[in-house]
């Protein structure tokens, strides 16, 4: 049977201590690679139709496979792992950019990708621009956000995600680098620009509810 974490939302507050890494205090969704996966709302990716966006991210891979970090249903928005090489997929509709990572397996790594809406799409790992593609078409077709995989419950990402922001513009790379190791203020999260944003809390286990767990947990969110 597949397993969707529960999504409940939160009051925003302003959380402007720093960490290192991804070393949040607060937490973060761990996922199994098999059958755990969070789905949200299809007013994320309406808004991103024909328009600029980013989308940012801290996870962790745990085991070597492939997998989605985030996506809608095949052929949709999709950012994931693939094998053979082992890279970071960036794109949609079959049109999609990839990154190497090898040597990555359970360390935390910072990604964020945008697309400026006619021109560019770019991935930046760790604050650096990693890989830049020019010409895809805008993004086409919306649905439901699927965070550890694609909202059909299909490719499984096996791993930690953390702190997903979901801003309506191309990031720079000064902004990039500005934020990444902290969360956001209160003041930047009432921005319009962020369409949405799921810190990803470890508070309880929803099947056994105990405090602490890390293979089931609830996330935060806020929508715009």
């Not at 990716?45 to 962790?60: A, H, K, Q, V």
């Not at 070597?64 to 985030?70: C, H, I, N, R, Y």
Request: glycine share 10%; aromatic share 10%.
């Amino acid at each position: 049977m597949k397993r969707i974490l529960f999504l409940i939302l939160a009051p925003l507050s302003a959380l402007t201590s720093a960490w290192a890494g991804s070393e949040d205090p607060r937490g973060w969704a761990v996922f199994n690679g098999t059958d755990q996966a969070a789905v949200v709302g299809e007013a994320v990716t309406s808004l991103l139709l024909g328009e600029s966006f980013s989308i940012e991210f801290w996870c962790r891979r745990d085991l070597e496979q492939p997998g989605t970090v985030l996506g809608t249903a095949s052929g949709g928005l999709r950012v994931a792992f693939a094998e053979n090489p082992t890279r970071l997929e960036f794109g949609w509709g079959g049109d999609e950019t990839t990154v190497d990572v090898d040597a990555d397996l359970g360390l935390w790594t910072h990604w964020v990708c945008t697309y400026d809406g006619s021109s560019f799409r770019r991935v930046y790992r760790n604050g650096d621009l990693v890989v830049e593609d020019e010409g895809p078409r805008p993004l086409a077709t919306a649905g439901p956000l699927g965070i550890g995989a694609l909202s059909d419950l299909s490719s499984h990402f096996a791993g930690a995600v953390d702190e997903v922001r979901v801003w309506d513009y191309a990031l720079p790379a000064a902004e990039v680098q500005q934020r990444m190791h902290r969360p956001l203020t209160s003041a930047e999260a009432a921005r319009s620009e962020l369409i949405a944003w799921y810190p990803l809390d470890a508070l309880t286990d929803e099947a056994a509810g105990e405090p602490g767990a890390v293979s089931y947990t609830h996330l935060r969110a806020h929508e715009t």
